[in-house]
């Protein structure tokens, strides 16, 4: 579905009544509502009564040690279920407290129904600024009695985490001017926006309620300075107003903070040097242009086309970021990613300038909102099953933890895929071998050089390619792996980290999809640009990306592996793992669906 950015459906910045309901607070322990349970609380005077109290002074601050999914469920004041649209945090803390203990990351679930774990349905995702204060945050209306706020995480402070307000709004407008709108720093030497090469960004920014200013450049010997960036949520970058060095180690500090920093990138980003280095991000300046971008799947591109470009664009890299928008080589003309607690979004200046069709103002508005993290993310749906449709080709490989792939190979089988196996030995395998095969799923590929610049043409020009890696492999191995993930712009590598879980990241193929399990470790880290399906702490173990007309997903063998490890216990054989979980089944069979383009 098309994630209109509308000003009623996605900000609801129009009211939809005028009683007092409408625009009142439904957490206020004054008119009846009450914290039902609360995960820890680090001292009598750290309540989680605290946040519903009206009074900022005071909050709530989980237990010593308690710096992840830290949780409160509030009972709101209301008689029944009602329709909530908005929620205000304020992230302040209480006096002699360090700010760095202040909320970074939330999650706001919903029940109508009660407080078990099952009642609940997760509504929103977001982060907040450091010293922002109150901020508002808008999601798809929904049926609640109930709330659970999560507090993911903080800002570095190694003891506990603290909120100091939680207000919840009936659908339609919270009770404040502006609210679900972020608010904009355009760096530019104009003081009116409207006389800007963003104009008409920010003019449809400011119909939806955002508040828009500009930062003076140095026609008139100033520059960017801290206190400018105050109260600003999101920072718009161009190369007309090009931040110096110490300017772009400013706004990294923004971003880190859970600032956004949305930047338009021109042809020749000679100028944008200094910023594209403080956010680590490799620019080459293309020669091509007369085509058309190739949007990748996410949340700011969903439902939208670009027109063709008339000039060249430049081609960008970013660890771990989402490619936005692709030329047909392959290579990033737009990226998406997080930093510490921010955000970032780079897109092609035509695309902020509104000159690439109609949807490019959409694609603009968007990638502020997300930079802001102010998208709209409704409920998760059960995932449905999928049925495939086309001819595939089954590739095995060696891998070291022994993981076998008969469930998946008869699960795609069950679900309309003609699937055959390879019947020769990897390292004879070509291109050939193919012949009307529309997806190839290869397990830990190691073919010659020749053979890999092949299938990257092939892949290239529109077939579908599923990498399944074991890093448990030797080191040879993983050489020979990364020899032919090296065609595709990527690698494969041993994460030192253990015991993480896995969190499952929005894209296509993960709709519905709320957990994923892996047999064994180690689990693979995938240095390769695309959108993260599934992260391990902050790095990705299964990417997803297009390539060219194509599509590639790269992912730890363990997600599609059959269960392995033999029971050493007869009464207490080891839980199932890998493809035998329904959600596990259902993610993977999605990825070859993707892979087929049947989304």
Not at 287 to 299: D, F, I, P, R, T
Not at 495 to 518: C, D, I, M
């Amino acid at each position: 579905m098309k994630p209109t950015v509308s000003a009623i459906a996605v900000l609801g910045l129009a009211l939809t009544s005028t009683s007092v309901l409408a625009q009142g607070n439904l957490a206020s322990r004054l008119d009846g509502a009450k914290a039902e349970e609360v995960s820890s609380t680090l001292d009598r005077a750290s309540s989680a009564d605290n946040l519903l109290d009206g009074d900022p002074g005071t909050t709530w601050a989980t237990g010593r040690g308690k710096v992840r999914d830290q949780y409160v469920i509030v009972k709101l004041a209301v008689r029944r279920p009602v329709d909530i649209g908005a929620i205000a945090l304020n992230n302040s803390v209480a006096v002699g407290h360090p700010a760095e203990a202040a909320l970074r990351q939330f999650k706001l679930a919903v029940s109508a129904t009660g407080t078990s774990d099952e009642d609940f349905v997760q509504v929103k995702l977001g982060s907040c600024q450091l010293d922002g204060g109150r901020q508002v945050y808008t999601f798809t209306p929904a049926r609640a009695e109930y709330v659970r706020l999560t507090v993911a995480g903080n800002f570095g402070h190694p003891d506990w985490i603290e909120l100091a307000e939680l207000e919840v709004f009936p659908a339609g407008a919270p009770p404040v001017e502006g609210a679900g709108s972020p608010s904009v720093l355009l760096l530019s030497p104009a003081a009116d926006p409207a006389v800007t090469p963003l104009a008409a960004v920010a003019a449809s920014l400011v119909e939806l309620g955002a508040t828009v200013g500009t930062a003076p450049g140095p026609g008139t010997s100033r520059t960017l300075s801290a206190a400018a960036l105050q109260g600003f949520r999101v920072a718009l970058v161009t190369a007309e107003r090009a931040p110096d060095r110490g300017e772009s180690r400013l706004l990294s500090r923004h971003v880190e903070r859970g600032g956004g920093l949305v930047c338009a990138v021109p042809a020749d980003p000679t100028a944008l040097q200094p910023l594209l280095e403080a956010f680590g991000v490799a620019a080459v300046p293309s020669v091509g242009g007369g085509e058309n971008l190739l949007l990748g799947a996410h949340w700011i591109t969903d439902g939208l086309a670009l027109s063709q470009l008339e000039g060249p664009v430049a081609a960008l890299t970013l660890e771990g970021a989402t490619a936005l928008a692709q030329l047909s080589d392959g290579s990033a003309a737009g990226v998406a990613g997080e930093r510490s607690a921010g955000r970032v979004v780079l897109l092609p200046e035509a695309c902020l300038m509104g000159k690439l069709g109609p949807d490019a103002l959409e694609l603009s508005r968007r990638a502020i909102l997300w930079a802001a993290a102010m998208e709209d993310t409704p409920a998760p749906k059960p995932p449905e099953p999928v049925q495939l449709a086309g001819r595939a080709l089954f590739l095995p490989g060696a891998t070291a933890s022994g993981l076998g792939f008969e469930e998946l190979r008869r699960a795609a089988r069950e679900r309309g895929l003609a699937l055959d196996d390879y019947g020769g030995e990897s390292a004879a395998f070509s291109r050939a071998a193919l012949g009307d095969a529309a997806l190839l799923i290869a397990v830990m590929p190691a073919p010659s050089e020749v053979v890999s610049l092949d299938l990257a043409d092939w892949v290239r020009s529109g077939g579908g390619l599923l990498v399944l890696g074991d890093a448990a492999a030797d080191v040879p191995t993983l050489v020979a792996v990364n020899g032919f993930l090296r065609e595709f712009n990527g690698a494969m590598a041993l994460s030192p980290a253990r015991n993480l879980s896995v969190a499952v990241r929005r894209h296509p193929v993960t709709q519905g999809v709320e957990a994923l399990s892996r047999p064994g470790e180690p689990l693979g880290v995938w240095c390769l640009q695309g959108t993260p399906l599934a992260t391990m702490g902050a790095t990705p173990v299964a990417l997803a990306r297009t390539f060219g007309e194509g599509r590639l997903i790269a992912m730890d063998a363990g997600f599609a592996a059959d269960f392995v490890e033999p029971p050493t216990d007869r009464k207490n054989p080891p839980p199932a793992s890998g493809i035998q979980l329904q959600q596990n089944r259902e993610f993977v069979l999605r990825c070859l669906a993707w892979l087929l383009g049947q989304d």
